[in-house]
């Protein structure tokens, strides 16, 4: 069983910074990319930022130069520094993993975390 946890979602005013925090645990063999997603009310989810095991890193162009994604091998939980926030940033964020865990072999399998809500008032 593969589990995430995130955490690091709140409220904060335009401007002011917030950083989350995604663990991932169980039985997992490797870890082929972590990576931020977000939905607003009454959208779809759409990729914010994500990181391969390779360190090779992607971002939405609305995020570009405020967010950075960053990734803790030993502690397999990747991170979301997010600056200059903006109320058009208000969302359910979500972790996802593409991993490769015992109950999944031999294939890889993708995980979510439970989602944290991040608001920004102007």
């Known amino acids: 069983q593969v589990h995430l946890m995130e955490s690091g979602g709140g409220s904060v005013q335009a401007g002011g910074s917030l950083r989350l925090s995604c663990a991932a645990s169980g039985s997992i063999l490797s870890i082929n990319a972590m990576g931020w997603y977000r939905q607003p009310p009454g959208e779809q989810r759409v990729l914010v930022a994500s990181?391969?095991?390779?360190?090779?890193?992607k971002y939405a162009d609305s995020v570009k130069g405020r967010f950075t994604i960053s990734w803790d091998n030993a502690k397999n939980t990747v991170y979301l520094q997010m600056n200059s926030l903006k109320p058009e940033d208000t969302a359910v964020y979500y972790c996802?993993?593409?991993?490769?865990?015992?109950?999944?072999?031999?294939?890889?399998?993708?995980?979510w975390g439970q989602g944290t809500q991040v608001t920004v008032s102007s």
């Open positions: 990181i391969t095991s390779g360190g090779s890193t």
């Open positions: 996802n993993a593409n991993l490769r865990a015992v109950a999944d072999l031999p294939y890889d399998g993708s995980y």
